[in-house]
């Protein structure tokens, strides 16, 4: 990918990697086991399970009893992958997470299945749109999300080797791939990916904001305005030194996320800029309980689209 | 497209069933519950989503209870004493909507925007959007907990209304709910509800083939509960088990239905959680529940 084209139109489905990776996973380590709440449909496990059977430990609607299970299985010696909708893994279960996963340090893969707005006009009960808020506050929990499929595979073998409590997003809708071809590895922990060395503007986005800030890039480029993009699929840890050297070397910051701004990506980089390096920045995401509507109109809705990155972009080096 | 309700064009005047004698009102409830029934095949039709299974199953014990038993209606939509009409499991919206729309809380028309952009007719109820909604439930496993704060702030502020939930049987895997049920058997809340729509499925498999909940009278009684078990898509019987006797306890109405019920290729399926009819198989819907 050139850093002046827009992204394909191509589009990929995560959760489909994500079932591919867990059976390969699997396959290659008998101590991975997928549980899940009456999700087998909605999380792709059923590969896993034609596969797996006895390796799929099915709980029901029950998502406290869930995290609570999977950390009795990581206890018991096994790497439990914790497939749910996000809102209701992170919501339901945040003090599992906290207590049973984060504070017993134990080696456990949440995986928020759906994030963001992905479930539309089902509205804001099944919005997971606080979950980076809530699980960036809980100590010793990773938090990933990554862009596409590349990185949704990638972050899945990482979460394996580190062995670390870690929260991480897989998206509904098919993305286009925004992993450059010419990187060795589509997701380092711990590190933004950088497209571009736009000395205007950085287009910090993360998960499905990314392919968008991307085709903002290509916008604001045919006016003369130079962007560099900031793909970043740690949450936390933040990189901080990635986002410090683009504060030095552009004018400001755009940060986009599909999420309320109330503790998310936003606040992490703001808390990193405010403390190094204090640098103008404008921060999109989900400002209210969205009304009814689809995944798209919603984005829409929000602003959260390549024009409402490109806008706030000029605006800021205007 | 437009949604068409009631044979003929001739209204059952619904406000009126109410005061019906028992047998009379369990005919008229059934004919109030096949008009649901259309209501919700069109709307998914028309939305292109929803949980078409589940809205079948819940219909007759919604209809019975919203048009039979409780006081409910936009008159006293804002009365504080009003009763009150809990659907826990908030997935099936569509036929909390068909049922609001039939007795007139909003025109029959405004179905037709069920999960369209900005529509007030979320994907889940919204209790701010829609007059007759009292929980913003989707999340399972809110709606008794919610029940039980509303049977007992009916007691202390001496109004006496009734509270009415609708779970699914799935939906009990949830902790939360008997947590709820121990608070309203301690607290002997006799004004309190519980309607179970055991239809036997959940999401993705049958609850007994998930996290099994048989015996599921047993475990109501067991919490303290009063029980009755009976065949939730028979108004006759929900009539009779919603004034039954409680003995001073909460009661659970174990309803058993068919997930899918009046829709004979939707019946029993568990493929028909959230799957949406073809234009075809809207038709033949239409043509069984003529
Ligand atoms: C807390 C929570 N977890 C998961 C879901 C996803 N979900 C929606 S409906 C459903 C199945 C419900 O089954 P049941 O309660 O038996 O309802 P019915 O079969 O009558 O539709 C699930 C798992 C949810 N809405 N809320």
């Given at each position: 990918m050139n850093a002046h084209s827009s992204v394909s139109n191509e589009t990929f489905d995560c959760r489909v990697a994500f079932s591919e990776k867990l059976i390969a996973l699997a396959e290659a380590d008998p101590r991975i086991v997928a549980v899940c709440n009456d999700s087998v449909g909605s999380s792709n496990l059923?590969?896993?399970r034609d596969r797996f059977p006895d390796r799929l430990i099915n709980v029901g609607?029950?998502?406290?009893n869930m995290v609570g299970v999977a950390a009795g299985l990581a206890n018991g010696g096994f790497i439990p992958f914790v497939c749910a909708a996000g809102p209701f893994l992170s919501g339901r279960a945040t003090e599992q997470v906290k207590a049973d996963v984060a504070y017993s340090n134990y080696g456990i893969v949440l995986c928020a299945m759906s994030p963001g707005m992905a479930y539309g006009e089902l509205g804001p009960t099944h919005h997971s749109i606080e979950d980076l808020s809530w699980m960036r506050a809980i100590d010793n929990l990773d938090v990933l999300v990554p862009a596409d499929p590349e990185q949704t595979k990638a972050a899945m073998d990482w979460a394996v080797k580190s062995g670390r409590p870690i929260y991480m997003r897989v998206g509904r809708h098919k993305v286009p791939s925004v992993t450059p071809a010419d990187r060795d590895v589509a997701f380092t922990f711990g590190k933004?990916?950088?497209?571009?060395?736009?000395?205007?503007?950085?287009?910090?986005?993360?998960?499905?904001l990314v392919s968008r800030a991307l085709e903002a890039q290509a916008i604001l480029a045919a006016e003369g305005i130079l962007a560099r993009v900031l793909n970043v699929s740690t949450i936390k840890p933040i990189d901080a030194e990635t986002i410090i050297k683009a504060a030095k070397e552009?004018?400001?910051?755009?940060?986009?996320?599909?999420?309320?701004?109330e503790g998310g990506l936003g606040a992490a980089v703001s808390m990193t800029l405010s403390e190094n390096h204090p640098a103008k920045a404008k921060f999109l995401g989900v400002t209210s309980f969205a009304p009814t509507g689809s995944n798209d109109f919603l984005l829409e809705h929000f602003g959260l689209t390549a024009k409402g990155i490109a806008d706030a972009a000029r605006k800021l080096v205007g | 497209m437009t949604i068409s309700v009631w044979p003929d064009n001739k209204p059952l005047d619904v406000a009126a069933i109410r005061d019906l004698p028992e047998g009379e009102r369990a005919e008229q409830l059934k004919l109030v519950a096949k008009q649901v029934r259309r209501l919700v095949v069109q709307m998914i039709d028309i939305a292109r989503a929803g949980h078409i299974g589940g809205d079948l199953s819940v219909t007759d014990a919604l209809v019975t209870a919203a048009f039979g038993v409780l006081n409910i209606s936009p008159e006293t939509a804002d009365d504080p004493g009003r009763d009150r009409l809990i659907l826990s499991k908030g997935h099936c919206a569509a036929a909390l909507y068909s049922v609001l729309a039939l007795r007139g809380f909003f025109p029959v028309d405004d179905l037709e925007t069920f999960m369209k952009p900005l529509s007030k007719l979320n994907g889940h109820p919204n209790r701010l959007k829609v007059k007759g909604v009292e929980a913003n439930t989707g999340p399972l496993g809110h709606g008794?907990?919610?029940g039980v704060g509303s049977a007992v702030a009916s007691k202390l502020s001496g109004k006496n209304w009734q509270t009415f939930v609708f779970t699914g049987d799935g939906e009990l895997q949830e902790g939360s709910n008997w947590e709820a049920a121990m608070t309203a058997a301690h607290r002997k809340l006799d004004n309190l509800v519980v309607i179970v729509d055991r239809n036997r499925l959940q999401q993705g498999a049958r609850?007994?083939?998930?996290?099994?909940l048989d015996p599921l009278a047993d475990k109501w009684a067991s919490f303290g509960w009063e029980v009755a078990e009976i065949d939730g898509n028979d108004t006759a019987a929900l009539l009779k088990a919603f004034t039954q006797n409680r003995n001073g306890k909460p009661l659970a109405v174990i309803a058993n239905t068919l997930k899918g019920k009046g829709v004979s290729f939707i019946e029993d399926r568990v493929e028909?959680?959230?799957?949406?009819?073809?234009?075809?198989?809207?038709?033949?819907?239409?043509?069984?529940?003529?």
């Open positions: 059923n590969a896993f609607i029950a998502e406290q933004i990916d950088v497209t571009g060395d736009g000395s205007d503007v950085a287009l910090v986005a993360t998960g499905t552009t004018k400001g910051l755009v940060v986009a996320e599909e999420g309320v701004l | 008794l907990p919610i609850t007994e083939d998930t996290a099994s028909w959680h959230h799957k949406v009819p073809s234009k075809e198989q809207v038709e033949l819907a239409l043509k069984e529940l003529a």
